[in-house]
């Protein structure tokens, strides 16, 4: 006991946090045809790293074409008028670097990281992307085949693979959310050619992307190259399609089984968040750290260590421009029903929302939320990323260095509030992954 | 006339603007190799001797402490396997503090604090560099090494060495490195059971207590921190730690062998061999042919574009990967060029591996080849640049192996400016073709002899040692023999015969999980079912009868192919032996082996189609207390029983590497000729 209050004094001193966060320094500055440009400098390491986000994802799809935004991440990688099909990633590899790229419900991502005297080369091959990408039927029949098998290596082939589809089905209703970007393999079967020419020509264009180069740089000439490259592409005919469409607050819970290729059963629980740039996005990031972040937090402790009814529980936070959703999953331990393990995480979540949280948990909070905020930009390939989302999600680029001023406004009645606020019982998603040997035959 | 001279001059600008665009016909060219700017280390020592070098780099503000101890190898003999203890013993509590304190409060800051035998790690954000160096420095000097820790520790490393004694990749690590070193040397030595039971608290301590020296000892601090304050932080938390004379060694330099010798470990499940081609070298990081050698391995098998994996995989799809290696050690390094193969592809997966070793040491590479390597090198050797540990790790090379300066920072210069008349002399200077071991794990009964082409073959067993050949003392002996004394033995043909049917259930434990086994045979019938359930539920189950068979798991039912069939059916008799001969198998006889200690006939049972499973008939008893199936792996059967008249193992002990840990299965019933109904094979 003595302990305790000893522990507490501790932490109200520490209860001034020193932001540990340092300034990311950035150039940035937008091309006649749109194209926004973002350098951070670093000479550090002789590496750089050039990366192209699209600000084009699957909720600017057309719904009877869903999943053309990760198809395209895959086309892009197939050539263009001067990149013979098969040669961007051997060109790259050849070059000493790497790639990849990625597509979210609202963005597609690409990246090359390279040794810093072959930034020019990079340059080169994305402004190639976004002036003339090859769009033809062989790319296109070819890519199909690779994105069959990644979604039956992904989603069917993966015990509780489909969680997130079969989530945002359900938990949107208007908003295009309601598809993950997988998409439909119907959609991708029934497009014609001109179709993925026309989605090409809609949102492949310098006024839809955010150039972001993080290395060993030079300013002026880096900027000299961004101009020679990307000056002649021309800007998108008309405007690039964003949704506007307001998901409307849902009243009851919609509850649903699903029977998947499973041993042992799952509880899902989703509900709906405020858009990603909310002030109280912090605080729902700081509440699912506490209710399953680590071996100490709330639930693990409970559920996994204490009464063992969950192999493993977590909640994520899937923030999305227009507002995402807050998941929460649990699978069972052996024996336990999909019921009970609910029980006990809906009777944790009412008794943050009845008692919120201690100071030393929220001290806690505050250290790992800042080590994991510091982390976030050990590496130029993060500082790019987390720059160009700057500009994009949050229309300030210097928003990089204000992440830490956000989590330090939030206070410990804030995470007993959003916990309230948004975990709302009344409007939640909520699904159980049962085996297939348990589904009643009809 | 107006209008045209303004498209006219629109024109020209156009024309102009095509001027400044970058020819896009052609990939731009790089840049000239960049230097790396390692930010400079500086150095001090303390009076205790702890030499400490600070690399300053405030992009983060964070700060990482790495401490390495400088010690010779130690050849630890009978206690093999001790010093793998070490590190977690320290950090298991110290006299401030139990191992959930520390846990708690490393969490508490987000830092990280970890330890070995001849290092210890902490790093943390700036602001909490005090409190992770307390805690570094109480684990330094504190620590109380719990028995229940060792204990754990014990215990955690002997099911590590049991699973690691059927795994392919692990016999053939101890193999090769006890052929290539010697079991005399720290490299090549091998802990065992016993070796591992010797180790107590105290030789942990006394460990710790002889090597934990700041005479010994590196500092490298790295991160947000100037030398100034590290020579106040160093001074507060290691000033104190007490210098003291720590042991040297020296060993004898392994020595190549006169020719290529071929080492075979028969593992008789394996449907794949594993393939290393071996032989010391001397290298260290720093040595003049090091940088080159680092471009010739990469042309040889460093990765996905290398000789070895464009022949054996691309070209000829024997394996998923095949790849070489190079090592540098301060004391003595290895060659190796390795593959997993299939097993009837190995005698030409052998000779594909020795004719690239043969032709590149003969032949060299060519300037493309080169000129690949080289930019591949450099692009991951600048990634790896970013993290802080592989600054920290320059540093500390820079002054262990006495390299100069300017080692790291000119290092891509120098690789640059190697020409293919360099990797070829280094090519030449390091790799004998002539001097390999070639050490193979695999299927002995099918690859033994097509091994003989590239030298004499020798038997190890599965830790390494030689492996015993036992003398046939009875050369009248065969296959058929073995059965009928193996008959006899459970109770003779007449009270066996008797047994047409038998259900049998069986429980296992598979770390915590209590792990339901159940059997149904109808011998006679050629009927059988196996069920494998979790708390009662069944996550796998398998049915033969009227010629056909079924597999079902995680709801879905697969039908088998007539291959599989034929080969589940080798293991679907309650009393198997019986029925050889009606089933038209095939016996042989492959010697006496020793079965955990235990001498044993061999013997090799094939269907008409080439189906096959190995059983092992103690020599002395006549019982059968080994099965080796390719597809449910080895199991060994103990404590027989008798049931009506008839001698039946009552513990089986499962091996396969489909289940992370051997499976101590008992029987909990047994029904002999129960009544079987078709429910019993749905």
Excluded: C
Excluded at chain 2, 129 to 147: G, H
Excluded at chain 2, 163 to 168: C, E, F, L, R, T
Excluded at chain 2, 343 to 352: C, G, M, N, P
Excluded at chain 2, 457 to 468: H, I, L, R, S, T
Aim: without cysteine; proline residues 4%.
């Amino acid at each position: 006991m003595r302990k305790f209050t000893a522990l507490g004094l501790l932490v109200g001193m520490l209860s001034i946090p020193a932001l540990a966060q340092n300034k990311i320094e950035f150039k940035e500055f937008t091309l006649d045809n749109g194209l926004h440009v973002i350098l951070h400098k670093d000479n550090t390491t002789p590496i750089v790293v050039t990366s192209v986000l699209y600000h084009v994802g699957s909720k600017n799809e057309n719904p009877e074409r869903t999943g053309f935004a990760h198809f395209f991440e895959h086309l892009m990688f197939e050539g263009s008028e001067n990149i013979e099909r098969g040669q961007y990633m051997n060109i790259i590899q050849a070059r000493g670097g790497t790639l990849n790229a990625y597509t979210s419900n609202d963005i597609t991502y690409y990246y090359e990281l390279l040794p810093s005297n072959e930034l020019e080369l990079a340059l080169y091959m994305e402004s190639e992307r976004m002036l003339h990408s090859k769009v033809d039927q062989i790319g296109v029949d070819t890519q199909r085949e690779v994105v069959k098998e990644e979604r039956r290596q992904r989603y069917e082939n993966q015990p509780y693979g489909t969680i997130l589809p079969e989530t945002l089905k359900r938990a949107y209703v208007a908003h295009p959310y309601q598809w993950a970007p997988i998409g439909s393999m119907d959609h991708l079967n029934a497009a014609t050619i001109d179709e993925f020419q026309q989605f090409y020509k809609d949102f492949y264009v310098p006024n839809n992307a955010t150039l972001s180069i993080a290395g060993d740089l030079d300013y002026d000439q880096t900027e000299k190259w961004v101009r020679s490259y990307f000056s002649e592409i021309p800007k998108g005919q008309k405007e690039v399609y964003r949704p506007n469409i307001i998901e409307p607050k849902k009243t009851a819970e919609t509850r649903d089984i699903i029977y998947d290729n499973i041993q042992i059963p799952a509880v899902i629980q989703a509900y709906n968040l405020p858009k990603r740039n909310h002030p109280d996005s912090y605080a729902l990031s700081m509440l699912s750290t506490y209710l399953t972040g680590g071996n100490s937090s709330l639930m693990t402790k409970e559920l996994v260590d204490k009464q063992q009814k969950a192999l493993v529980v977590a909640a994520i936070p899937l923030e999305l421009e227009d507002g995402g959703v807050f998941i929460m999953y649990g699978i069972t331990n052996m024996g336990v029903e999909a019921k009970d393990l609910e029980t006990e995480i809906d009777k944790l979540i009412k008794q943050v929302q009845d008692t919120g949280i201690s100071d030393e948990d929220f001290a806690k909070l505050q250290n790992i939320m800042e080590n994991n905020i510091v982390s976030g930009n050990s590496t130029v390939a993060g500082i790019a990323e987390n720059l160009a989302e700057a500009h994009v999600v949050y229309g300030n680029t210097n928003y990089i260095n204000q992440v830490m001023d956000s989590y330090s406004k939030v206070t410990k009645a804030d995470i007993q509030r959003v916990a309230k606020e948004y975990l709302d019982l009344t409007g939640r998603v909520v699904l159980y992954y049962l085996p297939k040997s348990a589904q009643p035959t009809e | 006339m107006k209008k045209i001279s303004i498209s006219f001059i629109l024109s020209l600008l156009l024309f102009t603007v095509g001027f400044a665009q970058v020819d896009r016909s052609q990939f731009p060219k790089s840049g000239p190799a960049p230097e790396i700017k390692i930010g400079e280390a500086e150095t001090f020592t303390l009076e205790n001797g702890l030499k400490v070098f600070v690399v300053k780099n405030t992009k983060l503000p964070r700060v990482s402490f790495t401490l390495v101890l400088e010690r010779d190898p130690i050849l630890e003999g009978e206690k093999a396997g001790m010093t793998g203890f070490v590190g977690e013993m320290m950090t298991a509590g110290t006299t401030n503090r139990t191992k959930d304190q520390l846990d708690e409060e490393i969490d508490f800051i987000g830092a990280s604090l970890s330890a070995s035998a001849t290092s210890m790690y902490a790093s943390s954000l700036k602001k909490h560099q005090e409190k992770v160096l307390e805690l570094m420095a109480d684990v330094l000097y504190n620590p109380v090494f719990p028995q229940g820790e060792l204990d754990k520790l014990k215990k955690q490393s002997l099911t590590g060495l049991a699973q690691s004694k059927d795994n392919p990749d692990a016999i053939s690590g101890r193999l090769t490195s006890a052929l290539v070193y010697g079991k005399n040397h720290p490299y090549g030595e091998v802990a065992t059971e016993a070796t591992i039971n010797n180790v107590t608290v105290e030789d942990v301590k006394s460990y710790y207590q002889t090597y934990f020296k700041p005479n010994i000892a590196y500092l490298a601090i790295v991160g947000d921190m100037d030398k100034a304050e590290a020579e106040v932080v160093v001074k507060k938390y290691f000033a104190s730690w007490k210098s003291g004379k720590v042991p040297t060694f020296t060993y004898p330099v392994p020595q190549r062998q006169a020719k290529n010798t071929v080492a075979l470990v028969d593992r008789s499940s394996s449907v794949q061999t594993v393939i290393d081609i071996a032989q010391p070298l001397e290298m260290k990081i720093g040595d003049a042919d090091y940088i080159s050698s680092r471009v010739l391995n990469q042309i040889l098998g460093g990765g996905s574009s290398s000789r070895l994996f464009m022949n054996l995989r691309e070209d000829k799809g024997y394996t998923y990967g095949a790849y070489s290696s190079i090592g540098a050690d301060k004391l003595i390094a290895q060659f190796s060029a390795n593959a997993s193969v299939r097993t009837e592809v190995t005698d030409s997966a052998v000779y594909e591996f020795m004719n690239e070793i043969v032709t590149l040491v003969d032949k060299g590479v060519t300037e493309e080849e080169l000129v690949k390597a080289k930019s591949n090198l450099a692009g991951s050797f600048g990634r790896s640049l970013e993290s802080p540990a592989t600054i920290a790790n320059f540093a500390l090379n820079t002054v262990r192996y006495n390299l100069p300066k300017d080692y790291y920072a000119t290092y891509l210069q120098k690789m640059n400016a190697l020409t293919v008349a360099d990797i070829n002399a280094t090519a030449k200077r390091l790799i004998d073709p002539t001097k390999m071991y070639v050490t193979v794990v695999g299927n002995g009964a099918e690859i033994k002899e097509k091994m003989a082409q590239f030298g004499e073959v020798v038997e190890y067993d599965n830790m390494g040692f030689p492996a015993k050949e036992i003398e046939m003392a009875d050369a009248s002996i065969t296959a058929d023999k073995v059965i009928e004394n193996y008959i006899s033995a459970i109770g003779g043909s007449e009270k066996a015969s008797a047994i047409k049917a038998a259900k049998v259930t069986m429980s296992a434990n598979v770390m915590g999980t209590a792990l339901g086994l159940s059997f149904v045979y109808d011998d006679a019938n050629m009927r059988f079912s196996q069920k494998t359930s979790i708390a009662g539920n069944v996550m796998q189950s398998s049915v033969l009868k009227d010629g056909k068979g079924t597999v079902s798991a995680q709801g879905q039912t697969i039908e088998m192919t007539a291959d599989q069939i034929e080969a589940g059916r080798l293991s679907s008799f309650f009393l198997p032996e019986l029925y050889f001969g009606s089933m038209s198998y095939t016996l042989a006889l492959d010697g006496i082996k020793d079965v955990e200690g235990t001498q044993a006939y061999k013997v090799i049972i094939t269907s008409p189609s080439g189906a096959s499973t190995i059983n092992y008939y103690a020599v002395e008893s006549g019982l059968k207390i080994k099965n080796e199936n390719a597809q449910a792996g080895d199991t060994f059967y103990s404590d027989y029983q008798e049931r009506n008249g008839v001698l039946i193992p009552m513990a089986y002990t499962i091996k396969s590497p489909m289940i992370p840990v051997p499976l101590e299965a008992k029987v909990e019933s047994l029904e002999l000729n129960p009544t079987l109904t078709d429910a019993d094979f749905n």
